[in-house]
Antibody
Framework: QVQLVQSGAEVKKPGASVKVSCQSS????????ISWVRQAPGQGLEWMGW????????VYAQNLQGRVTMTTDTSTSTAYMEVRSLRSDDTAVYYC?????????????????WGQGTLVTVSS | QSVLTQPPSVSGAPGQRVTISCTGS?????????VHWYQQLPGTAPKLLIF???NRPSGVPDRFSGSKSGTSASLAITGLQAEDEAGYYC???????????FGGGTKLTVL
């Protein structure tokens, strides 16, 4: 069965970086992409971006450009999402999801299978 | 403030029909971009409910349906059940932002 398992909770200080992992199993990793979505406490969903597990192409949310990097390791079927220069408003649960193989603006959606979420707390 | 506007809350009694709206503009829903819907039960990850405006993934009951017209989309839930109590989010693409966007979310309460 398809599973996406994320790394554990993190506590970081403002200005630091965090890297969240998302290990996939139960399907051919390079036949899909990985989307990342975050949710601040008590708030709605925020789309962060998408990466192709086939060739590493990325699409990032404009407001995160320059601070976020998404990568994949096909040898371990693992996706990574790094956020740099953390601020208090980056405190959120970060989710990965199995996304489409390629990014088409017409019909892109985040994903059909989701990880369990990783809480990242940014606090001094 | 999301570019896709949803009502903060809706409610209905068991067995009733409820709809959740998602209102956008010409740069997103009103364009050529599809709308998708997610259900999020408390404390859990979102679940894909509708993709491509009106398509249900395998396993999603046909009590859930989606539609799109002009700059708006709607999610309809018929035969409301207690287990439907959750948050619901729409998603589409916005050409002005050059990225995907979510609506602000709607909390469904089953009375």
């Amino acid at each position: 069965q398809v599973q996406l398992v994320q790394s554990g909770a993190e506590v970081k200080k403002p200005g630091a970086s965090v890297k969240v992992s998302c290990q996939s199993s139960g399907y051919t990793f390079t036949s899909y992409g990985i989307s990342w979505v975050r949710q601040a406490p008590g708030q709605g969903l925020e789309w962060m971006g998408w990466i192709s597990a086939y060739n590493g192409n990325t699409v990032y949310a404009q407001n995160l450009q320059g601070r976020v990097t998404m990568t994949t390791d096909t040898s371990t079927s693992t996706a990574y999402m790094e956020v740099r220069s953390l601020r208090s408003d980056d405190t959120a649960v970060y989710y990965c999801a199995r996304g489409p193989y390629y990014f088409s603006s017409k019909n892109y959606y985040s994903g059909d299978y989701w990880g369990q979420g990783t809480l990242v707390t940014v606090s001094s | 403030q999301s570019v896709l506007t949803q009502p903060p809350s809706v409610s209905g009694a068991p067995g009733q029909r409820v709809t959740i709206s998602c209102t956008g503009s010409s740069s997103n829903i009103g364009g050529v971009y599809d709308v998708h819907w997610y259900q999020q039960l408390p404390g859990t990850a979102p679940k894909l409910l509708i993709f491509g405006n009106n398509n249900r993934p395998s396993g999603v009951p046909d009590r859930f349906s989606g539609s799109k017209s002009g700059t708006s989309a709607s999610l309809a839930i018929t035969g409301l059940q207690a287990e439907d109590e959750a948050g619901y989010y729409c998603q589409s693409y916005d050409s002005s932002l050059s990225g995907s966007v979510f609506g602000g979310g709607t909390k469904l309460t089953v009375l």
